[in-house]
């Protein structure tokens, strides 16, 4: 009970417990007749609505950012992003035509043979046939990977490399891939053998935890073999950068420069870390293309996913499908095998022989479960950009940046469009929202006194 409680109740029981002598008894006071009180009446009103939002129409400074993007650069842009759509389904189409060779003319069975024929342990058995199979489907599918990651990001004007360049981050990818296919999939078989019938399990657990380590490593041992770091110069915008890690929490002392500029003309930035790491990387086309503002709009989103643990998040709910995956993969491996095993000579997951058919049914399920990773990724990054708003209050910069994604971003898909192929929110979406947020906060000073029109 609080004291004005306590004081209120002795306060009443004091005037009930006056003495009877300060009081005048009944019967010495004049008798009167009844009579009705006397009464007034009350003018009852609604009390006027105040709106303390200042007029500002946040549709309508939606439609004038986006209308900045026409003409042939909207199509362009257009046709780029829809482009992917149909490249995604001819991935999933020539991933089973190289499984179908394989299987079905009997070099996986093979590759297998000889593999057995020069080790009496399974364990190298599985990685000779690796170290067979990995080059074998590379190759396959390099015509298809030198149009899409070559020739048609020059023919949007999305790539700065020369064929050499580009030729040697692919032999990097592809050393990364030899190496960790070497050395996991020797284990991922060894599990299978002995887990048998609840190998999905186990082999999903196995994939996680690789997918954990990846994320570990990638900022310090694998980034730097595709770009070079190296500390922003001080400046009033490292300054700036830095103040803002410091009142969000994110534990870092330096700002990573990146040279993005050697592959692509694409702006970003990156505050990456998981388990006690952290580092903030900003790219240098940004750096270029971008005001201070901007920079600063993008870095508050970016610091929102670590803020966040976004990471986390992602990780968790990616082992949901990497496990749907594996049940996926389980019941489709068996019942291929009793159609077709015949044929191919494999009857057991445990066979090597079978792993371009486990690839292949991969490669469909990832296709089928498009939605739902997108999805996973997109409210992430819906997330970080709200935080990012908040964090750094500069809408207006940060509608202008998403303005610079539109390159190779389409502006303004329809909604089962934005649902399915979009593991961003779309320009639109993301534009919407910051001028909802400035109209939320223009009578605020900071807002007011800076906000610039579309």
């Known amino acids: 009970m609080s004291f004005a409680r306590i004081f209120g109740a002795a306060l009443v029981f004091g005037m009930l417990s006056l003495p009877a002598m300060a009081q005048p008894e009944v019967s010495d006071l004049p008798q009167l007749p009844p009579h009705s009180a006397p009464t007034s009446r009350v003018q ?41 759509y149909w490249l995604q389904l001819l ?8 499984a179908g060779i394989l299987l079905w003319s ?25 170290a067979a199979y990995v080059p074998l489907t590379v190759a ?13 990001e020059h023919a949007y004007g999305l790539s700065n490399q020369t064929f050499p360049r580009w030729l040697g981050d692919f032999g990097i990818q592809f050393a990364l891939t030899f190496v960790a296919s070497i050395l996991l999939l020797p284990i991922f078989y060894a599990v299978i053998r002995r887990t048998r019938e609840s190998w999905w399990i186990w082999g999903a657990g196995l994939v996680i935890a690789f997918q954990v380590f990846v994320v570990v490593i990638w900022p310090g041992f694998i980034a730097p073999l595709f770009n070079h770091y190296s500390p922003l110069p001080d400046s009033p915008l490292k ?11 994110v534990p870092v002392d330096n700002v990573y420069l990146v040279d993005a500029s050697r592959q692509s003309n694409r702006v970003s930035a990156n505050v990456s870390g998981f388990l006690g790491t952290a580092r903030i990387s900003l790219n240098d086309n940004l750096l270029k293309q971008g005001s201070p503002d901007e920079v600063l709009a993008v870095m508050g989103h970016e610091m929102g996913h670590y803020v966040m643990g976004h990471v986390t998040r992602e990780l968790l709910l990616q082992s949901l499908v990497i496990l749907a995956g594996f049940v996926f993969l389980h019941w489709g491996f068996w019942l291929a095998c009793e159609v077709f095993g015949g044929q191919w000579q494999v009857r057991q997951v445990s066979e090597v022989a079978g792993l371009p058919l486990l690839a292949a ?27 990012g708003l908040n964090a750094v209050r500069k809408p207006d910069a940060f509608a202008s940046v998403m303005l610079k994604l539109s390159t190779y971003r389409k502006l303004e898909p329809g ?12 320009g639109r979406t993301r534009i919407a929202a910051a001028m909802r947020w400035k109209k939320e906060h223009i009578a605020d000073p900071d807002i007011r006194d800076t906000a610039q029109q579309p």
Do not use: C
């Open 44 to 84: 009852i009103g609604a009390l006027p609505v105040m709106d303390t939002t200042p007029a500002f129409d946040a549709e309508k400074a939606t439609q004038k950012y986006l209308s900045k993007i026409s003409g042939a650069a909207r199509a362009r842009s257009d046709a780029y992003f829809e482009g992917g």
């Open 91 to 98: 991935d999933v189409i020539y991933a089973l035509g190289v």
């Open 106 to 130: 009997g070099l996986s069975v093979r590759i297998q043979d000889w593999a057995q024929g020069r080790s009496n342990s399974r364990f190298t058995q599985v990685m000779l046939y690796v």
């Open 140 to 152: 396959a599918t390099f015509p298809l990977t030198l149009y899409e990651g070559f020739f048609r």
């Open 239 to 249: 300054a700036s950068i830095l103040s803002l890690a410091r009142a969000n929490d």
């Open 361 to 387: 049914l991969g490669s469909v399920f990832l296709f089928l479960a498009t939605p739902a990773t997108n999805s996973i990724s997109r409210v992430t990054e819906f997330q970080a950009d709200i935080f």
């Open 415 to 426: 909604g089962l469009e934005e649902s399915i192929f979009y593991d961003h929110p779309s």
